[in-house]
């Protein structure tokens, strides 16, 4: 019997962490698990930071949020800007086609240069500062952005940064003042290719049996 073949991304590696049977349900379109109403203000204010980044990347600079760290001296923005855009775009995106033809997809915010490696810049949004295990959470979406690109021929450092911006105060005529945290993730590349090739073998299997309490009960 001939495998099947799927398109995966970090955000279905996640619900493939989170319970296996919702994965598998998902993936065979046989069921989803229900979405809650998606907030539109995180989406807006990704649109304005990357015009905002853009800018400064035309300018072949830091700005200010980044420029005054330590960490990123001698660093600089990624400024192909058309690629940049492609690697942004959801429904292209950082692309890896296996030798069996599965897929694995992802889309970044920003890149960092330092000498020769790129490094992925994440931004955030929060409604309050992040606490010290916030940046866990997006460990396997990091290191698969950067497992993407060392595919694609680049090479990339076993870091990346999450850029949070939460709100401060709010000044005249109703503008929001945020602050940010710049946090270091450590990456593990290996482990999420791990994870996407444990995901491939879940889907040419047979559905998990152990439920959870969305996916108790369906089909």
Known sequence: MEKETF?????SLSLFNDC?????LTLHNKWQRPKGIFPSLPSGIDLVLK???????????LPPELNKDIRLFGSKLFSDFEKLQEWRDNRRGLVYQDSEGNIIRGAIDNLIIREDKLIVLDYKTRGSPPKDDTP????LQLSLYSFLLRKLGY???DLAYLLFYY???IIGLGQIIFNTSLVEVKLDIDKAEETWRSALFLL????PKESCEWCNGAI
Do not use: A
């Open 7 to 11: 398109n995966l991304s970090p955000s």
């Open 20 to 24: 296996r049977r919702c994965f598998w």
């Open 51 to 61: 015009e905002y980044f853009d800018g400064y990347m035309e300018k072949n600079q």
């Open 136 to 139: 866990d959470y997006y460990i």
């Open 155 to 157: 090479k990339t450092e």
């Open 167 to 169: 709100p401060s105060h």
């Open 204 to 207: 040419n299997n047979n559905c």
